[in-house]
């Protein structure tokens, strides 16, 4: 049995409120992941088959912080995604500029709240399940 997690395209982009905060970073990440289908049709090139695809719309991948509308300033929190490693210096600087203003203007929960909206429609992640023939 083989299984594979991965984030499909969508996934990336409406799965997780921080990622319209690093959208140049988003995008740059989602060129290195295969499409859906193109995943599926490799694994099936490899001697699977595909016997199921889960995934879980009420989970969040790194757990209750997850939600934390000041987590992209702290490097711990972002060490809980790769994705914050991709950014440059400026880039993160930029971003926690922007958390920083929209929290002394009163609007970095709804910011959060509003992002996380789509997440419980396509979810954070997708786990692909197959057979070797």
Not at 47 to 54: H, T
Request: include cysteine.
């Amino acid at each position: 049995v083989l299984v594979v997690n991965f984030c499909s395209h969508e996934q990336l982009r409406r799965g997780w409120w921080f990622f319209p905060l690093i959208e140049a970073t988003a995008e740059r990440m989602i060129e290195r992941h295969a499409p859906l289908l193109e995943l599926e049709s490799m694994i099936v090139a490899s001697g699977f088959d595909l016997c199921g695809r889960f995934v879980p719309t009420d989970a969040v991948m790194q757990g209750h912080s997850y939600y934390d509308p000041r987590g992209p300033l702290d490097a711990t929190w972002r060490a809980g995604d790769s994705v914050w490693a991709m950014l440059s210096a400026a880039e993160l600087e930029q971003v926690q500029k922007r958390v920083r203003d929209m929290d002394a203007r009163g609007e970095l929960e709804n910011f959060v709240a509003d992002h996380d909206a789509e997440r419980v429609h396509v979810g954070q992640a997708t786990f692909l399940c197959a057979r070797r023939r």
